[in-house]
Structures are given as C-alpha cells and as structure tokens.
C-alpha cells in the first residue's frame, strides 16, 4: 500500500460549484501529479508541482487550478463546475521533479457533478 | 502528437492460458514507459518502468519488454487475481500519456 492519501474518497456537487481536493503525498516525495480518469479511460494529465512551483500542464481550462505546500501536500481546485467533470481524480507523488521516476497513485476521490 | 494505444480493449483468459497485452507509443523524448494495474474504483498500482530499447523487466507471472515503438506485457499462467485493467504510460519528462487500457478477465 502506498503512502499516498487523498480526500474525500467520495463527493456530489452540484454544476456551477467549486471543489477542493486534498493529497497528501507519500513521506519523501517532492512532486506531485494530478489527473482525471473518466469512466472506461485512461488518466488524463491535468498538472504537475515540484517543490510548490507549477512544473506542467495538460489540456485543461484555467478553472482546473492547483497549490503545493511546504509539506508537499497538494490540492486541486475546480471552479464552475461542469457535468463533464464527474470523474475519478488522482494524485500521483515521486520523489524528483523530472518525471522519470514511478509515480504512485492515491486511491483517488470520486467527483459527481449533478 | 504523443499518444499511446493499448490494444485489445478487453481480454478474457482461462487459469494457465498465456498471452500478451500491447502498447504502442508514439511519443517525442520518451523517458520512460510504464505499466500499472489498476482494480475497480482504486489508484493505479505500479508495476513496472523500461527506458530503453531491449529491456525486460519480471515480476512474478508478468513480464514487460520494450522497443522503439512498443512494449508488451506478458503474462504467464495467469489466476484469477491477476483480473484487473493494465495500463501503460509515456513519460516525457513531466507528462504522462496513458492509454485507455486493457481490461483483463482470468477465468477460474
């Protein structure tokens, strides 16, 4: 078992709302990736954070946004939310900013957006 | 554009049937290819890294290969634990690609 934890495990919003997602990353690790599995997909790269500082991006609109801590603990912000974005969403933590090293997965929070 | 397929989409095995899944990538300075299994409603669950061309890597009853193209993940006598999907993943630095996976069944 990893030592990557995220909250809440599960969530239901309501479209045109805001929701914050937390991950705590494993004991460590420095980076810190974001991505969104939709039903029956693969993870699609939302972002990436090393050392606080914003390493990467995906294809995703400016209303997907993120913070690294001191800690290395993360969050994800999702502004106006859409029905689209109900998905699995995932936090991976590795232990350098150059992204070849292997990334582990937290058990990930399912987001319902009715 | 970078982009990895995986290939089939679903695969039903007996106990013992051996097979192969696929994963091609045609992604611009690979540094690395990856595999995870992932289980209904959880996180992916590393298995493997290959950074070049020729190398194997084995973890019990799976072993992954890589060339300039593809890689494989073999699976030999598989059990009914082993019932999971298998991704694969490029790496381009600080982006992975992941293909949609293969969904394996193992039969008892």
């Known amino acids: 078992e990893t030592g990557v934890t995220q909250s809440p495990t599960h969530l239901i919003k309501t479209r045109g709302q805001q929701v914050t997602l937390r991950c705590s990353s494993q004991?460590?690790?420095?980076?810190v990736s974001w991505y969104q599995q939709a039903l029956g997909q693969g993870p699609q790269f939302i972002f990436q954070y090393y050392r606080e500082e914003e390493n990467g991006r995906g294809n995703f609109p400016p209303r997907f946004s993120g913070l690294q801590f001191p800690n290395y603990s993360s969050e994800l912000n999702v502004n106006a939310l859409e029905l689209d974005d109900s998905a699995l969403y995932l936090c991976?933590?590795?232990?350098?900013?150059?992204?070849?090293?292997?990334?582990?997965f937290g058990q990930g929070t399912r987001l319902t957006v009715v | 554009e970078d982009q990895v397929t995986q290939s089939p989409e679903a695969l039903r095995l007996q106990e013992g049937e051996s097979s192969s899944l696929n994963c091609s990538y045609t992604v611009s300075g690979l540094r690395g290819l990856f595999w995870y299994r992932q289980d209904p409603g959880k996180g992916p669950e590393f298995l493997f890294t290959?950074?070049?061309a020729g190398e194997e890597k084995e973890k019990e009853r799976l072993k992954a290969t890589l060339t300039k193209k593809e890689s494989f993940l073999h699976i030999t006598a598989p059990k009914p634990e082993d019932s999971a999907t298998y991704l694969c993943?490029?790496?381009?630095?600080?982006?992975?690609?992941f293909g949609t996976g293969t969904s394996l069944t193992v039969i008892p």
């Open positions: 991976a933590s590795s232990n350098t900013g150059k992204g070849d090293a292997e990334a582990f």
């Open positions: 004991s460590g690790h420095n980076t």
């Open positions: 993943a490029s790496n381009t630095g600080n982006q992975f690609y």
């Open positions: 290959l950074y070049s």
